[in-house]
């Protein structure tokens, strides 16, 4: 059975960093594509980040580049976001999401149960 | 506010065929894959469609997916109570090297 379980959430000051981490089950993680997707409360879907499934080619929305990192640990089954100089409209619940077969970056058919982030002073 | 335009709200009664629009641009739905979620309060979000018209396994035949142009549409036909829900499309954007999704639309069955 595939499993992905989110982890690290939490409250965090304005400017404060945070690294969440993914960890995936019941499937050969280093074949796919993952990707990070937030959702503010109460407001639709947002996506964050994608890589690829050896690690070499990420992507980022512009809201994050430059302050967020996708990286993935192939031997740990793990995916991580590490989310630096957050500030109050980085606050939602963020999920970690598979795409739906070895052949396609997009389309993400399991996703965590998501971890809540939170940053306020 | 969202790249691909969703209509905020849309409703059904049982039975009833319901159809959800996508407007993009060429740069995402007119050159790329078009996928649909549906999504209850408090749930991680489903994969409907992927590749335009495909369904993952387990999504009943009641929910269809098509694409022409820039537009994309979810149609979900024999509509059911437990339809409502929220669903979002989504797509690659290549000018924004990002996927982007829809602001997505809260359907209600009547």
């Known amino acids: 059975e595939v499993q992905l379980v989110e982890s690290g959430g939490g409250l965090v000051q304005p400017g404060g960093s945070l690294r969440l981490s993914c960890a995936a089950s019941g499937f050969t993680f280093s074949t796919y594509w993952m990707h990070w997707v937030r959702q503010d409360p109460g407001k639709g879907l947002l996506w964050v980040s994608r890589?690829?499934?050896?690690?070499?080619?990420?992507n980022y929305a512009d809201s994050v580049k430059g302050r967020f990192t996708i990286s993935r640990d192939n031997a740990k089954n793990t995916l991580y976001l590490q989310m630096n100089s957050l500030t109050a409209e980085d606050t939602a619940v963020y999920y970690c999401?598979?795409?739906?077969?070895?052949?396609?970056?997009?389309?993400?058919?399991?996703w965590g149960q998501g971890t809540l982030v939170t940053v306020s002073s | 506010q969202s790249v691909l335009t969703q209509p905020p709200s849309a409703s059904g009664t049982p039975g009833q065929r319901v159809t959800i629009s996508c407007s993009g641009s060429n740069s995402n739905i007119g050159s790329n894959n078009v996928y649909w979620y549906q999504q209850f309060p408090g749930t991680a979000p489903k994969l409907l469609i992927y590749r335009d018209t495909q369904r993952p396994s387990g999504v009943p035949d009641r929910f269809s997916g098509s694409k022409s142009g820039t537009s994309a549409s979810l149609a979900i036909s024999g509509l059911r109570s437990e339809d409502e829900a929220d669903y979002y499309c989504?797509?690659?954007?290549?000018?924004?090297?990002?996927?982007?999704f829809g602001g997505g639309t809260k359907l209600t069955v009547l």
């Open positions: 989504a797509a690659w954007d290549g000018s924004l090297s990002a996927v982007v």
């Open positions: 890589i690829n499934s050896d690690g070499s080619s990420t």
């Open positions: 999401a598979r795409v739906v077969d070895t052949t396609t970056r997009n389309g993400l058919d399991y």
